[in-house]
């Protein structure tokens, strides 16, 4: 092996490094070298979800993209599954010693840089959070509260029993609108497809459970929040984010025209750009 070809493998060696963490609720690639960005990706996906911005982003910033238990080739934790997560990433910053992070967080990951912001506001940047919303189960249940939501639901129950090819079929449905780039659909669709079947029907539970309308008034960092506009009237998307994020004052809201929830896959080159800018 020549000088050249050493060379070649070190500074590959420096730019990207993929392995479990420490923390074993969490798969971590770290990529480029610069500021540090934490690149969380939602529900059942994996950190492939941020491929295309993390070529471009690389370039100034070391990128640190997380995949978590349950999902693509991660093994699954036991249970609580959401608040494992939330402790581990917190953790993960302070043995890394990452100096004031930004993190761009995808529905379920917006609503975990959220939660950590909420916490320790003073240890992060800035926020960028996709199609993410503070309480999911806010969206969904009337006159919301955590207590309401169970883990021995029927549609849990339902779906822990549901065999391969209608759980298949139900994933192909919900990835078609989820995205509207027909070639990351059976993308989305595999993510939920291949992922621990547990974590997929509990994981999701503590999702809705977790409610972080009130706490996010202790966040001064500046978020912006990116909230997709397809499937329903601007208005209507408009007065949820407005009620859902009445309570954290340094904020701006975009909203996306003709986008579905997978914003990075539907405006591709307009979300690159716009991530670019907001991180300058």
């Given at each position: 092996?020549?000088?050249?070809?050493?060379?070649?493998?070190?500074?590959?060696?420096?730019?990207?490094?993929?392995?479990?963490?420490?923390?074993?609720?969490?798969q971590?690639e770290?990529?480029?070298k610069?500021?540090?960005?934490?690149?969380?990706?939602g529900?059942?996906?994996t950190?492939?979800?941020?491929?295309?911005?993390?070529?471009?982003?690389?370039?100034?910033?070391?990128?640190?993209?997380f995949?978590?238990?349950?999902?693509?080739?991660?093994?699954?934790?036991?249970?609580?599954?959401l608040e494992?997560?939330k402790n581990d990433?917190?953790?993960y910053?302070?043995?890394?010693?990452?100096?004031?992070p930004?993190?761009?967080?995808?529905?379920?990951?917006?609503?975990?840089a959220?939660?950590?912001?909420?916490?320790?506001?003073e240890?992060?940047?800035?926020?960028?959070?996709?199609?993410?919303?503070?309480?999911?189960g806010?969206l969904?249940?009337?006159?919301?509260?955590?207590?309401k939501?169970t883990?021995d639901?029927?549609?849990a129950?339902?779906?822990?029993a549901?065999e391969?090819?209608?759980?298949?079929?139900?994933?192909?449905?919900m990835?078609a609108?989820m995205?509207?780039?027909?070639e990351?659909?059976?993308i989305?669709?595999n993510?939920?497809?291949k992922?621990?079947?547990?974590?997929?029907?509990?994981?999701?539970?503590?999702?809705?459970?977790?409610d972080?309308?009130?706490?996010?008034?202790?966040?001064?960092?500046?978020?912006?929040i990116?909230?997709?506009?397809?499937?329903?009237?601007k208005?209507?998307?408009?007065?949820l984010y407005?009620?859902q994020?009445?309570?954290?004052?340094k904020?701006e809201?975009?909203?996306?025209?003709?986008?579905?929830h997978?914003?990075?896959?539907?405006?591709?080159?307009w979300f690159?750009?716009?991530?670019?800018?907001?991180?300058?």
């Open positions: 092996m020549n000088t050249l070809q050493k060379l070649t493998i070190i500074v590959c060696m420096i730019i990207s490094f993929t392995g479990i963490s420490q923390e074993k609720s969490f971590v770290v990529i480029g610069g500021d540090p960005v934490l690149l969380f990706p529900f059942s996906c950190g492939d979800v941020w491929d295309e911005t993390v070529k471009e982003l690389s370039k100034n910033h070391e990128c640190h993209v995949t978590f238990a349950g999902f693509g080739n991660v093994p699954a934790i036991e249970s609580p599954w494992t997560i990433l917190s953790t910053v302070v043995r890394k010693k990452l100096q004031k930004t993190i761009i967080g995808h529905s379920m990951g917006g609503s975990l959220l939660w950590l912001a909420s916490a320790k506001p240890s992060y940047k800035k926020l960028i959070i996709v199609d993410g919303l503070p309480s999911i806010a969904m249940i009337p006159n919301f509260s955590s207590d939501v883990y639901n029927p549609f129950k339902q779906q822990l549901m391969a090819e209608p759980f298949k079929q139900m994933a192909t449905q990835a609108g995205t509207l780039n027909k990351k659909q059976p989305v669709a993510w939920m497809i992922a621990d079947r547990k974590t997929y029907v509990y994981g999701y539970v503590d999702l809705m459970k977790l972080l309308r009130e706490t996010i008034q202790n966040i001064k960092i500046p978020v912006t990116m909230a997709a506009v397809s499937l329903y009237p208005k209507q998307v408009q007065e407005t009620k994020y009445q309570k954290l004052t904020k809201i975009i909203y996306v025209n003709d986008s579905a997978f914003i990075m896959f539907d405006k591709q080159d690159i750009n716009q991530v670019q800018k907001l991180i300058k």
